[in-house]
């Protein structure tokens, strides 16, 4: 049969082709009445309010934008193998969704295609992935763990902002940026190991993780934008390994307890305003020896000139 809308109204194979219309009357889809389907279109289910359960039959190779976006009835989703490709807004605002398969053959998440599942725990991202777009899995308030494979190498910006419950994620070695906000606000995040093949950390990018402690930046980290890390009021400690160039303004703002923060470029990197201003009144900054001088003098740094001391030898 192809791809068509389906009425929200549907029994046994009756469709309305190109054609959405909503009522709260469908309550379940099954494979039988999708039989012949190869691509849920968008809009399909859209705001089918007391759809609790899907069963998305084998030929099915794509779900199109906000195919099921405001099922607020819908539990779970079983995706079949067949699928590759997720579109945008495809489950958003499903916020009853509380499982989902995603299955080994998609290569791409589209943009705010779990958004706002509220009840969705856990995600398990296949190998094969390559892409997570922007505002994927954001605002999935009870998101506590996310296993993101070494296939993917672009996650979007804001992909899991405001995963207020999730405490611990792995960044996979190809990924080359930390986009924009994406993990801000992850107010229970403690932990975040960077790659080595990441090169930028971008505006907000870990902005308001108030669990966080402690954040060491790898030597490919180029530059770090503003905001990064303001209001990680947990965070104590912080590394900046040798290959930084720049960091943004306010990228430490308001982390009150941020104690120790060491610097081992030998050249100061350029420097934002306010970068360390709302810290802890005790706060060094530790730079190399032979660079405490130039560090001391350069734009912004000076501002800090007190706190600037040479790193302990061991």
């Not at 405001?70 to 079949?80: D, E, V």
């Not at 994927?136 to 207020?164: D, E, K, M």
């Not at 990064?228 to 307890?257: E, H, M, P």
Request: charged letters at 10%.
């Amino acid at each position: 049969m192809g791809s068509g809308y389906i009425n929200c109204n549907i029994s046994k194979k009756t469709y309305s082709a190109f054609n959405a219309i909503v009522d709260d009357s469908l309550t379940e889809v099954t494979a039988d009445m999708l039989d012949g389907i190869t691509s849920i279109s968008s809009y399909a289910f859209y705001q089918c309010a007391n759809l609790t359960s899907v069963v998305i039959p084998s030929g099915v190779t794509s779900i199109g934008e906000h195919a099921f976006s405001s099922c607020n009835a819908l539990t779970s989703a079983n995706i079949p193998s067949g699928v590759t490709t997720i579109g945008n807004y495809a489950f958003y605002n499903c916020t009853s969704l509380a499982s989902v398969n995603i299955p080994s053959n998609v290569t791409s998440i589209g943009s705010s295609a779990f958004s706002n599942c509220s009840a969705l725990t856990s995600v398990t991202i296949p190998n094969g992935v390559t892409s997570i777009g922007t505002y994927t899995f954001s605002n999935c308030r009870a998101l506590t763990s996310v296993t993101i494979p070494n296939s993917v190498t672009r996650i979007g910006y804001h992909a899991f902002a405001s995963c207020s419950a999730l405490t611990s994620v792995n960044i996979p070695n190809g990924v080359t940026l930390i986009d924009e906000a994406l993990f801000y606000y992850c107010t229970s995040l403690t932990s975040i190991t960077i790659p080595s093949t990441v090169t930028r950390i971008w505006t907000s990018a870990f902005a308001g993780c108030k669990a966080l402690t402690s954040i060491d930046i790898p030597s490919g980290v180029t530059y770090i934008g503003q905001t990064a890390f303001t209001s990680c009021s947990a965070l104590a400690s912080v590394t900046i390994k040798d290959g930084a160039t720049g960091i943004g303004d306010y990228v430490f703002n308001w982390c009150s307890r941020l104690e120790s923060v060491t610097v081992e470029a030998t050249t100061p990197p350029t420097l934002g305003t306010n970068a360390f201003d709302g810290t802890h009144a005790d706060l060094v900054i530790y730079v190399p020896a032979e660079s405490v001088d130039a560090y001391k003098s350069a734009t912004n740094w000076s501002t800090y000139a007190s706190k600037i001391q040479a790193i302990p030898s061991t």
